[in-house]
């Protein structure tokens, strides 16, 4: 299956992450934050990567910017828990997010972005 790489700052949301990948066969890495993802990535890119928008030491805007602009095959899945505004949503797709989801999700929305992302 795929390499993924999770990135958020809450250990429980990476967790349930890795257990929903897990269960479908995929190879998961983690980070607690945005540096320490792009150094991973950068050490051994990921087929998709799921980064967190909100959380220290470089965001998911900032992650997803980088990682779209140093590799142009990079796919990344943002999610964020921001309420109310979805404008972090928009700007993570126009920084090159090819899927986003608004947490909560649940174990489907995961599935189906990952799905989608792998295949485009």
Partial sequence: MASIL?????????LLLRRI???????????????HGLTLYREAPADVVIT?????ERDGLEVTLALTQEFLDA??????????????LNIAKLFGA???????????????????????
């Fill in 6 to 14: 999770i990135m958020d700052d809450e250990a429980p949301i990476r």
């Fill in 52 to 56: 967190d928008i909100l959380m220290p």
């Fill in 98 to 120: 090819r899927r986003v989801i608004q947490k909560p999700f649940t174990p489907d929305e995961v599935r189906r972005a990952v799905r989608y992302t792998l295949a485009h």
């Fill in 75 to 88: 796919r990344v899945i943002a999610i964020t828990g921001a309420t109310g505004d979805r404008n972090y």
């Fill in 21 to 35: 990948l897990d269960d479908d066969g995929h190879q998961i890495r983690e980070a607690a934050n945005g540096h």
